[in-house]
């Protein structure tokens, strides 16, 4: 392989290595930027921040819903008991699996709204569900599937919700499935209707005002009047058990089995406290129930969008990879005194074994080039302003070969070979040494002789 093709390659490869490199750096700063269910203040109404819920609860506040808040999965479902309300569980990865059979045995006029469950909740709430495809992150979509609107008529003034990361399709199951939104929003009719959303985004403080995603979240828990909001701060720890004695009969799904809700306020806590979104008298911040962002945390990191961080770790990894690749450092060189007096002949030597080393062919025939232009300008007495074709003509001139060929040897193209370098610097010094031609005098032409001439 020659140097020249490998050069060529390395063009090639370099740039794709490193558009390889910024693409898994930009998915893997986007996973990172991808809220989890188990995060501290995830969608809690009481949480300002990027990821808390308190502007989603405020608005529902506004619009006259009735925002109960529950730390608890017990108290939640006693507090929908009673009277129609929307149970909203934003975190179904913290439920116990004890109590997420109870899901499914809400009384009538409950809706169920469940954010981007697992597998095993959909499992055992007994919904003929399951996902079947995920995004890296949430695509904004209209509401209609397949050609067809959504059934639900809250989602009439919704344009496009950023709804479908993760996909949904029908288990095969009699009970009949409604999808909206590409498949990102699943509904289940019937007295106690379920819905399963298949990305926070809608709900979350940093993404609620992005196109239609506050009318979405509104329209969906605001269809009862009043919402359950079951706020969990952690994994749910198991129900108790049931005291030992005769075993009581199920309680019927119409009635209040387990125990009346407390008191309807704008939100409520656990132990029955009202509080809004911003007034936390009802349960410290320091207590168990989930509070907003840790006050210990660096003000600088909620300073600025997570996109501005991940942003400037891209910069940072391609400056550094720029500086590796060019392997100088940055900025212009500084000049510094030899130690010592190097002989001109070492020093020529040590410049042309660094050129041979690097393959510099073209840097290597241009500076011989330009020396030997300025020798020649120099010996010729040539004007500084002389340009190309007059130091060609005058060099030519000089040593009777054509023009083209000394254009050719002062400004031709570079060298491919270490060959093909030593005969242009041949080339140059013959032209640079080589004496003035002389013009010889031409032979006397003999004249024709005539008659009568005398011998």
């Not at 499935?177 to 926070?200: H, I, K, T, Y």
């Amino acid at each position: 392989m020659t140097p020249r093709t490998t050069r060529r390659r390395h063009r090639v490869v370099i740039p794709v290595v490193l558009a390889a490199l910024l693409l898994t750096v930009t998915l893997v700063s986007r996973e990172f930027d991808q809220p989890d269910q188990t995060d501290p203040g995830f969608l809690s109404p009481v949480s300002t921040g990027d990821d808390g819920g308190s502007r989603l609860a405020a608005s529902l506040t506004r619009d006259g819903v009735v925002v109960q808040r529950e730390t608890e999965t017990m108290q939640a479902l006693r507090a929908v008991r009673g009277a129609p309300a929307t149970l909203f569980v934003p975190a179904p990865e913290l439920l116990h699996p004890r109590t997420v059979d109870d899901l499914g045995l809400l009384p009538t006029g409950t809706r169920l709204v469940l954010v981007d469950p697992p597998r095993r909740v959909l499992d055992a709430a007994g919904l003929p569900i399951r996902p079947v495809a995920r995004r890296w992150a949430a695509r904004a979509v209209a509401p209609h599937h397949d050609g067809r609107a959504c059934p639900l008529p809250e989602m009439a003034g919704v344009d496009t919700a950023a709804v479908t990361r993760t996909r949904y399709t029908p288990t095969g199951r009699v009970e009949p499935v409604e999808l909206c939104f590409a498949a990102g929003l699943a509904r289940l009719p019937g007295p106690s209707e379920s819905l399963v959303v298949g990305a926070s985004d809608p709900f979350r403080n940093s993404r609620i005002d992005e196109r239609d995603n506050r009318a979405f979240a509104t329209g969906l828990l605001a269809g009862t009047g009043r919402v359950v909001w079951l706020d969990l701060d952690g994994p749910a720890p198991p129900p108790p058990a049931p005291p030992p004695g005769p075993v009581a009969p199920p309680p019927d799904r119409t009635d209040s089995g387990y125990g009346e809700p407390g008191d309807d306020t704008d939100v409520s806590t656990g132990d029955g406290e009202g509080s809004t979104p911003g007034d936390r008298s009802g349960r410290d911040a320091s207590g168990p129930g989930r509070s907003g962002p840790d006050d210990s945390t660096n003000p600088l990191w909620s300073a600025f969008p997570p996109w501005f961080w991940a942003l400037l770790l891209q910069l940072l990894l391609a400056a550094l990879l720029v500086g590796v690749w060019r392997a100088r450092r940055l900025g212009p060189p500084t000049p510094e005194p030899l130690p010592v007096t190097v002989p001109a002949a070492e020093t020529v030597h040590g410049r042309a074994r660094l050129y041979q080393r690097a393959q510099a062919h073209e840097s290597t025939a241009e500076t011989l080039r330009a020396a030997a232009r300025t020798r020649l300008a120099r010996r010729l007495h040539l004007p500084a302003q002389t340009g190309h074709e007059g130091v060609a003509a005058a060099v030519a001139a000089r040593t009777g070969t054509s023009r083209e060929a000394v254009d050719r040897l002062l400004h031709g193209p570079p060298p491919d070979t270490d060959q093909d370098l030593l005969d242009l610097a041949t080339g140059l010094d013959r032209a640079t040494c080589a004496d003035p031609v002389v013009a010889r005098p031409s032979p006397p032409v003999p004249q024709p002789r005539t008659e009568g001439d005398p011998r």
